[in-house]
């Protein structure tokens, strides 16, 4: 069963509630996020764990592990999650913890990934889906689905076609997961 750890919009949750895998639970760092909205929508439980209402965030992280076993989750999907997670929660799941970014790693990490792709005159990216360690996007590459920059592309315009890769690539690789 699938945990999913969201901040923001969660296209990449909707992706895999579409696909009809077994997502049981969805936690944000973030209250009032369109993710949770979704995850609601979908009748899976939510709770929101903020950095501000524990002592560090070991505490937080431990608690959201606690909340994510409690629930019978086996594989965590970080799907535009912001906060980098702790090896507390990380030894929780072993080898389980995956991520989705919208560039090619190691080379283009980070938050502004798709603006130091354009600025260093890229001529593609790619939606990655790999391991998560307690780096920045720094856990082994799992699978990619290659996106060419185009002609006039700004970040907007190449992240509206990242995430329609991201849509296909995550899916499939969390059902391959969910299957070993
Ligand atoms: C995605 O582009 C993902 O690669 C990055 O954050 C974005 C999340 O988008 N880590 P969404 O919230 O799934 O729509």
Not at 46 to 61: G, I, K, L, N, W
Not at 78 to 105: E, I, K, T, W
């Amino acid at each position: 069963m699938i945990g999913v750890l969201v901040s923001g919009e969660g296209s990449n949750l909707q992706a895999l509630l579409d696909a009809g895998l077994p997502v049981v639970a969805v936690a944000s760092n973030k209250a009032g996020v369109r993710g949770l909205d979704r995850a609601a929508a979908s009748g899976v439980a939510t709770a929101v764990f903020s950095r501000d209402a524990y002592e560090d965030r070991d505490t937080r992280d431990l608690a959201m592990a606690e909340w994510l076993e409690g629930l019978g989750v086996e594989l965590v999907v970080c799907a535009g999650y912001m906060q980098l997670l702790r090896q507390s929660f990380l030894d929780r799941f072993p080898g389980r913890v995956v991520n989705v970014h919208p560039a090619p790693l190691p080379d283009f990490p980070g938050a502004h990934s798709l603006e130091d792709l354009l600025e260093a005159g890229a001529q593609e990216t790619a939606a990655t889906v790999h391991y998560v360690d307690e780096g920045v996007d720094t856990g082994a590459v799992i699978a990619t689905e290659r996106v060419p920059v185009l002609p006039g592309d700004t970040v907007e315009t190449l992240r509206v076609r990242v995430h329609e890769a991201e849509h296909r690539l995550l899916p499939r690789v969390v059902g391959d997961l969910c299957a070993l």
